[in-house]
């Protein structure tokens, strides 16, 4: 597989990734004669590489257009917070409007979609993705950051 594009052959894991996300069921205990007792949990929406064009085609994109693609959504994001926000107030201030903690929400998300598309043209997997999230967590929690 070429490393400098998305390609076809993404599609199907890329999709299968796409599943389980939201609450699901985890069976805790059988319960005799039938049955299960089951637990319902929240798995987070996790971000979906955008790899389909308007028309639901796949897309071959270039490494050097998704960083771009990463960088214009990035400063989108920081141009708003810096826009909205008092800059030297402390980071936990209320003042920013219910309509402009939306909005940043988005342009988080957006952010957040374009680095995982470009991610997952490099080979590196939700799995992947997972794994490092989970020990950047537990290195902060170590750090007593979270």
């Known amino acids: 597989m070429n490393r400098d594009m998305i390609t076809k052959e993404l599609v199907d894991k890329i999709e299968a990734d796409a599943h389980g996300c939201g609450y699901r069921d985890i069976p805790i205990m059988e319960i005799p004669g039938g049955g299960m007792i089951s637990k319902r949990v929240y798995e987070p929406t996790r971000p979906l590489p955008c790899i389909r064009d308007e028309h639901g085609e796949i897309r071959e994109q270039s490494i050097k257009a998704l960083l771009g693609k990463a960088q214009e959504e990035f400063i ?71």
């Open 76 to 146: 989108e994001l920081v141009s708003e917070i810096a826009y909205v926000a008092d800059v030297g107030a402390p980071a936990n201030d209320a003042s920013i409007d219910k309509a402009h903690k939306h909005y940043i929400a988005e342009e988080a998300a957006d952010t957040i979609t374009a680095i995982t598309t470009m991610l997952e043209a490099l080979g590196i997997d939700a799995e992947m993705r997972d794994e490092a999230q989970r020990r950047v967590n537990s290195r902060n929690r170590a750090r007593g950051r979270l």
